[in-house]
């Protein structure tokens, strides 16, 4: 086990690094540095500025510059927006973005788990052909196509929910539903197969010989079995979760990480991109690596290589 | 003759009989009857008999004539901007049109309606599902010829090599993908830029588009690691079949087996991992275009489509439920279609 983890924790700290590393020098391939937007800068004015962020310098010194201070944390100041540091900014868009994240993945394990359960205990009845019927359309449509309708519908049509901000509750129904709707129909679909895995095993008709209540078997032994394959998922899943926030956060007009990105890559904003760019990165490598160990971990029937 | 007098049960003698050429009546039945029923046609069969997996294959034959035939015979271009003719609803027409049918002339109806700028929105939509269907093939051609190469070599080679290959795929496997997408389809489109209209022989990249060529290149960069998992754990255990050891000794060469003997056998999960990463590129694709960075204007992709929907969205739905629904019916349908190949292809892989 703790060879496993050793070696998982260093792939995972070799990922990051060629992450950053890639990220760097593709920022210099953009031609355009950041400050050519700004109202035609005098020369002098434009080499000060240079000099300020250190950009005067060749690519290979400021590269080795951010790497040392990368290893102490820091991750400099905004070029574009003056005066923030860009750890400042992410903890501020991630806090947002974590929120309607977070919601988003419980509400589709919450929703998903128990779809899937209640297909599977209906094999072959209408009410598992209309749980999957449902579960495979709803990974057959992209995030934006629902953010937009239920924009279209909710706020326009029926002036229900409001469109952007994330100030109340309210804000948060349609992004969250926009979020939540692909994983939850392939949760679903992983419950459902699972859990026909499951009952179909010795162990289970073992229990029901027993003489064991529909309700212990279900729960005591069905579901911590069937849900194995939810866990692993959970890695992508939040990878999914990060990514789809890109369009549901311009959608609704959220300030969150996913915009700050965007923003940061359009705006030429160096220090931004490779602050974001590693903050998600590592984001995603380390949620995956605890989903793998954690796994591990709760089926010991896994072999640790 | 030998065989007249009985023959005792244990007898330790020979019988004569035995050792006699086999007639006509004994050869024909160690002839086998039934046609012996090759990989392909047993699962064209299992195929044929998945009704959802048929009607999927049809509708996506229907969505590739629309977008790749149809346009040829449609009197409107998709960059074609008609003057007066501005946000049309669905099969409605402009004054000038009306007029002109007043005097008895022919106008062919916007069925899907026009855009903001007069554009028809039926050439827009065929375009924009042609592009969609070029990125989807596209994209899993290279990724299948990436993946499957590379992880052929690692499997078929094993050791060391296998190990360093491995670790390769681990770590770009752990790459969020998204993230050097998006970052790689700004950078990459300045080089590509310089390329098609600085260096001779490369105005092919501009007729392409950029985007586009971007798009492969993201693609074959990063999402080829699946695929090469895959090939590589079917070699793994198919290199140690006798018929591989049967062509080493007659002196075969390591790419002769790899393209000959291996990869050939597992074509079952080559065809069912590529027609699964159709639908993924053409989903990323939309992606991209939605938030602006895909294929560049004025090409249309139904992602770019949809995003242009958003501004006029309470007063013109329709033009975002058309490219909507187009780009759900095609993900859908490939879904199903791989679920369908996979079934009859590659039963091992079902769960």
């Not at chain 1, 899937?116 to 992209?142: E, H, Q, S, Y």
């Not at chain 1, 469109?163 to 992983?190: D, E, K």
């Not at chain 2, 229907?62 to 946000?87: H, T, V």
Request: aromatic residues 10%; proline residues 5%; positive net charge.
């Amino acid at each position: 086990m703790g060879r496993y983890i050793v070696k998982r924790v260093f792939l995972a700290v070799v990922t990051i690094w060629l992450v950053a590393t890639i990220t760097f020098f593709l920022m210099f391939m953009i031609p355009g540095g950041p400050f050519l937007a700004e109202k035609s800068p005098s020369p002098a004015t434009l080499e000060a500025l240079n000099r300020k962020y250190g950009l005067d310098q060749p690519v290979i010194v400021q590269y080795k510059n951010y790497m040392l201070n990368l290893l102490k944390g820091e991750l400099g100041e905004s070029i574009k927006q003056r005066g923030r540091t860009v750890g400042d900014i992410i903890s501020r868009g991630f806090k947002v973005s974590a929120r309607v994240g977070g919601i988003s993945i419980l509400v589709s394990v919450l929703i998903g788990v128990p779809l899937g359960c209640v297909a599977a205990l209906n094999r072959g009845k209408w009410l598992d052909n209309l749980i999957m019927v449902v579960a495979t359309f709803g990974i057959a449509v992209p995030s934006f196509v629902i953010s937009t309708v239920l924009m279209l519908i909710f706020s326009i049509k029926l002036d229900l929910l409001p469109t952007y901000g994330l100030t109340s509750w309210q804000h948060y129904i349609m992004p969250v539903i926009a979020l939540s709707f692909y994983p939850t129909a392939y949760i679903s679909r992983l419950m459902r197969t699972s859990m026909l895995d499951v009952l179909g095993q010795d162990y289970m008709r073992t229990a029901k010989a027993k003489g064991l209540s529909q309700f212990k078997m279900l729960f005591k032994h069905a579901l911590r079995n069937a849900i194995l394959p939810v866990v692993t998922y959970l890695g992508p899943l939040i990878a999914y979760t990060l990514t789809g926030s890109f369009v549901v956060e311009k959608i609704f007009t959220i300030p969150g990480l996913g915009n700050e990105f965007i923003s940061s890559i359009t705006g030429r904003d160096y220090t931004m991109i490779m602050g974001t760019t590693i903050f998600l990165a590592s984001l995603v490598i380390i949620m995956n690596l605890v989903v793998d160990i954690a796994y591990k971990i709760i089926d010991p029937r896994i072999k640790l290589k | 003759m030998s065989h007249e007098h009985e023959k005792k049960p244990f007898s330790l003698h020979l019988d004569v009989s035995d050792f006699l050429p086999a007639d006509k009546e004994e050869k024909q039945s160690l002839v086998v009857m039934r046609e012996s029923v090759s990989f392909w046609r047993d699962g064209v069969r299992r195929f044929r008999k998945n009704k959802i997996a048929m009607a999927s294959l049809i509708v996506i034959i229907l969505i590739f004539i629309f977008s790749f035939i149809l346009p040829s015979f449609y009197p409107y271009g998709y960059e074609q901007q008609i003057r007066g003719s501005e946000n049309l609803r669905p099969m409605q027409y402009s004054e000038a049109e009306l007029a002109r049918i007043e005097a008895g002339e022919k106008v062919f109806p916007h069925i899907l309606g026009t855009d903001n700028l007069g554009r028809d929105m039926t050439a827009r939509l065929m375009m924009g599902s042609r592009i969609s269907l070029l990125v989807g093939l596209v994209a899993s051609v290279l990724v299948l010829i990436i993946g499957s190469i590379y992880g052929a070599i690692a499997g078929y080679f094993g050791g060391k090599v296998d190990l360093i290959m491995m670790r390769i795929v681990d770590i770009i496997y752990t790459v969020p993908d998204i993230l050097i997408i998006i970052l790689l389809m700004v950078t990459l489109k300045y080089p590509l830029q310089d390329l098609a209209s600085n260096v001779p022989g490369f105005g092919w990249i501009s007729d392409i588009g950029i985007g586009l060529i971007s798009i492969f290149i993201v693609f074959s960069l990063l999402y080829w690691v699946g695929m090469a998992r895959i090939v590589r754990g079917q070699i793994l255990a198919l290199k140690e079949q006798e018929y591989v050891t049967a062509a080493r000794a007659l002196g075969a060469s390591h790419r002769r087996i790899i393209g000959k003997h291996l990869l050939t056998n597992c074509m079952g999960p080559l065809i069912v991992t590529t027609t699964l990463q159709i639908p993924s590129a053409i989903f990323t694709e939309s992606f991209l275009s939605f938030i602006g960075i895909g294929v560049q204007a004025p090409m249309p992709s139904l992602g770019s489509m949809a995003s242009n929907a958003i501004g006029g969205i309470s007063t013109y739905p329709y033009r975002l439920f058309e490219p909507a629904i187009m780009i759900s019916l095609i993900i859908l349908s490939f879904n199903l279609l791989g679920d369908g190949l996979r079934d009859a292809f590659d039963p091992k892989l079902k769960n």
